[in-house]
């Protein structure tokens, strides 16, 4: 048997623990309430287009973004526009959300709802960009960047391959596989919608080999599209970071500091292919996601597809509700997810799952002195040292932290998952990141 | 022998006296000029370093100051906290200039979102800096201007001045405050103001920054301002502005009257220092009996006057 790809430096490999994996996706009704953020991808907010009072349907645009880095929001129920209000997000402070009052569910005409499966499209580069912008699609790996931006290469570089992001490294996190498995084709119509438009002839699907039936299955049907390759990939923690798994796949190193189009690569997450053949081939907004409930203690555990909007709280009660010795209930994967603070916070474009964590393992071991035993190090996946880089930024030595390339950091959390004494390494980190970044715009408008 | 003993003497004192030559021409040809005043002027500064008059250091604020002086420009934007008139009185009469005196400024914490006005909703369990609290969430409160407690205001201060109360969770400012303005930097919230200390360390202020609508505000806190405005249409000297929800009390305009302060209905505006209030009925027999006749009291009832003059 030849050896696995996987990213040569650093990485951890924490207990799997994907308790949901083997469920199907359950589609969820719309929520009686829903809400609607304006601001749900990385950049600047949507500008809403409604106003109070107004009747809206599932997937009319009711937001649109009109800076370069934004992204179009659209309802994802029907009913009538309550309130454009400052709603609690998953940081405790308020973002502007459209709060919709949901009255039956009644779609835009224009949407093809069957469940047909359509394969040929006979759309143009420019066409594709523009659709998926009009459509409001974002990176549904997480980070929420806008999904046109990427596919709109500066001048002078040139795409050579597109990854496509099926890795699912954190653990507990499930949805993406059973999207894999349940959307298959559909996800692999999207890469090649995307491949047409970033004119690239090439695309590698990676998923990590603790989805076996998922490689296999994705495997037989990548054999009918063109150019459409997946590469099995060995289980290992942060693989889903787009540089890791650009190394893994390609073997090419991108740059300290630079895009992954600096070695030709693009990369996407499978939810985003599969949200892409939805927009082109069916004329379907992102207006629903997969996500996972999950947790030791949840009776329930399972992947939703539910509507853009829905509070949490809802998701969490179709899954047997909130288990008694509940410690955290976190927003993303235990690696790199934000605790909640309210249940009331909606399911957005960038939530994958929900964690209910137990008060067991929520418990924060007690912080003892640094022993130096470089672990820490070791496991950077980035090759920084975290150790130095929070005592850094814990004495507040900004340039120093700067020098040190804190904004390489991925903010993994490898580190403080393998420091034996417990510090709170990226918690440090993030503090110097964020003030480094600040210090960094700030020079730029100099 | 003699011989060697000779010319080593003779040697060396050519060599001395060339270098003599050479290093005095050098220290000729680069000599630093100084001003002279730059030393009198640093001698007259505390020395402490703080930084709270915006230079890295004494030396650097004396530099500025006899470069300023020099170019004719106004030192009306020096101040050095620490000193404080005194010391700037003296720095002016080193340059030649006297000095207007300005009011002594205070740190004032503008949040009294303690355990009981405002409770626990959620446990926080990372590292003790409210940089970084700030930047994950709004605050175990819920409150996303109020006070994290977690002291970076205390780090930061140079002379001890700055406390977490253990029973509030809430930091206080002490008399040994000189106002260098470090906690209002340290502060990721901007919930410290440096204000005027006031006659008698009386002040008045907004004891709140919530910027949020009366509603969720109250939601996280009791005392939070809500913005109702009552507080703006009491004030006879139009010092309380009402911006994003909060009032504001431009301590300039301030005359200390206290009318804002019952009028306030969630109690967020404190006044520091002061005299217990009469009860309604004893300020209605106070007001019949003739002022001449409360000139005439001793020293030991001296605020109560105040009170009167000022009402």
């Given at each position: 048997m030849t050896t696995l790809k996987t990213f040569k430096r650093g990485g951890v490999h924490p207990a799997?623990?994907?308790?949901?994996?083997?469920q199907p996706i359950v589609v969820l009704d719309p929520p009686k309430q829903a809400f609607i953020p304006l601001?749900?991808?990385?950049?600047a907010p949507a500008i809403p287009l409604i106003k109070k009072g107004d009747e809206v349907k599932v997937?009319?645009?009711?937001?649109?973004?009109?800076?370069?880095i934004s992204s179009n929001v659209h309802s994802s129920v029907s009913g009538k526009v309550l309130k454009i209000d400052a709603v609690i997000d998953t940081s405790g402070y308020k973002k502007m959300a459209v709060v919709i009052n949901v009255e039956g569910d009644e779609w835009?005409?224009?949407?093809?709802?069957?469940e047909t499966i359509k394969r040929d499209f006979s759309f143009t580069q420019k066409e594709i960009i523009d659709k998926i912008k009009e459509m409001g699609i974002?990176?549904?790996?997480?980070?929420?960047?806008p999904s046109h931006v990427k596919l709109m290469i500066p001048d002078g570089k040139k795409p050579e391959v597109l990854l496509i992001n099926g890795?699912?490294?954190?653990?507990?996190?499930t949805s993406d596989h059973q999207l894999m498995m349940s959307n298959g084709e559909e996800a692999l119509i999207g890469t090649s919608i995307l491949m047409k438009g970033l004119g690239v002839k090439k695309a590698y699907i990676g998923i990590e080999n603790n989805k076996p039936d998922a490689i296999s299955y994705l495997k037989e049907l990548a054999e009918?599209?063109?150019g459409i390759k997946v590469v099995p990939l060995k289980v290992k923690?942060?693989?889903?970071g787009e540089k890791q798994l650009i190394k893994a796949v390609t073997g090419r190193e991108v740059p300290s500091?630079?895009?992954?189009i600096e070695v030709g690569a693009v990369v996407n997450n499978v939810g985003t292919a599969f949200a892409v053949y939805q927009a082109i081939q069916?004329?379907?907004?992102?207006v629903e996601r997969v996500v996972t409930v999950t947790g030791k203690s949840v009776a329930k555990p399972s992947n939703f597809l539910a509507?853009?909007?829905?509070?949490i709280s809802i998701l969490i009660d179709n899954a047997?509700?909130?288990?008694?010795?509940?410690?955290k209930i976190i927003?993303?994967?235990?690696?790199?997810g934000k605790a909640l603070?309210?249940?009331?916070t909606p399911v957005v474009k960038g939530t994958s799952g929900i964690l209910i964590m137990n008060k067991q393992e929520t418990h924060r071991v007690e912080m003892l002195p640094?022993?130096?035993?470089g672990r820490c190090v070791s496991v950077c996946p980035m090759g920084l040292e975290p150790i130095l880089l929070s005592q850094l930024s814990r004495l507040q030595m900004w340039e120093d932290v700067e020098k040190q390339k804190?904004?390489?950091?991925?903010?993994?959390g490898s580190c403080q998952y393998t420091c034996p004494s417990g510090r709170p390494l990226l918690d440090y980190i993030r503090v110097g990141k964020n003030k480094v970044g600040q210090i960094i715009r700030n020079r730029g408008k100099k | 022998m003699n011989d060697v003993i000779i010319f080593s003497i003779i040697s060396l004192s050519a060599i001395g006296v060339v270098a003599a030559i050479v290093l005095y021409g050098v220290a000729q040809k680069f000599k630093v000029i100084e001003d002279p005043r730059i030393d009198v002027v640093e001698e007259a500064l505390?020395?402490?370093?703080?930084?709270?008059?915006?230079?890295?250091g004494c030396r650097n604020f004396a530099e500025a100051i006899v470069k300023a002086v020099s170019n004719e420009?106004?030192?009306?934007?020096?101040?050095?906290p620490v000193g404080g008139s005194e010391v700037m009185t003296k720095v002016a009469e080193a340059v030649g200039l006297t000095v207007e005196e300005k009011e002594p400024l205070i740190a004032v914490v503008?949040?009294?979102?303690?355990r009981a006005n405002a409770p626990k909703k959620i446990n926080y369990d990372g590292p003790a800096t409210c940089a970084f609290a700030h930047n994950l969430y709004s605050g175990e409160s819920g409150?996303?201007?109020?006070?994290?407690?977690?002291g970076d205001c205390v780090v930061s201060c140079?002379?001890?001045a700055i406390f977490i109360n253990p029973e509030t969770g809430l930091p206080e400012v002490n008399?040994?405050?000189?106002?260098?303005g470090a906690c209002v930097k340290a502060c990721p919230r901007n919930i410290i103001e440096l204000r005027p200390k006031g006659k008698k360390d009386r002040r008045i202020y907004v004891c709140c920054v919530n910027e949020e609508k009366g509603g969720p505000a109250k939601k996280n806190c009791?005392?939070?301002?809500?913005?109702?405005g009552k507080c703006v249409k009491v004030c006879p000297f139009d010092a309380i502005t009402l911006e994003n929800n909060l009032a504001y009390i431009d301590p300039e305009k301030c005359?200390?009257?206290?009318?804002c302060v019952p009028e306030c209905p969630t109690g967020a505006i404190h006044e520091l220092n002061f005299p217990p209030r009469k009860k309604p009925a004893e300020k209605k027999a106070e007001e019949k009996d003739p002022p001449v006749e409360a000139k005439d009291?001793?020293?030991?009832?001296k605020p109560k006057n105040e009170e009167n003059n000022e009402n």
């Open positions: 799997e623990n994907k308790i949901s994996a083997n601001n749900q991808n990385l950049g997937g009319q645009l009711i937001a649109k973004g009109e800076a370069f835009e005409p224009s949407i093809d709802r069957s974002v990176g549904l790996g997480g980070a929420t960047f890795v699912e490294c954190e653990p507990y996190l009918g599209f063109k923690y942060p693989q889903g500091g630079k895009l992954p069916k004329n379907k907004p992102l509507r853009i909007g829905t509070p047997g509700g909130v288990p008694e010795d509940t410690g927003s993303g994967g235990p690696m790199m603070l309210s249940l009331e640094c022993i130096r035993c804190v904004m390489d950091c991925i903010e993994c | 505390p020395a402490a370093n703080c930084g709270g008059c915006g230079f890295a420009e106004s030192i009306d934007d020096f101040n050095c503008r949040c009294n979102g303690n409150c996303p201007n109020g006070c994290l407690g977690l140079q002379f001890d008399e040994k405050c000189v106002a260098c009791s005392v939070a301002c809500i913005g109702c005359k200390l009257c206290r009318k009291k001793t020293a030991a009832t």
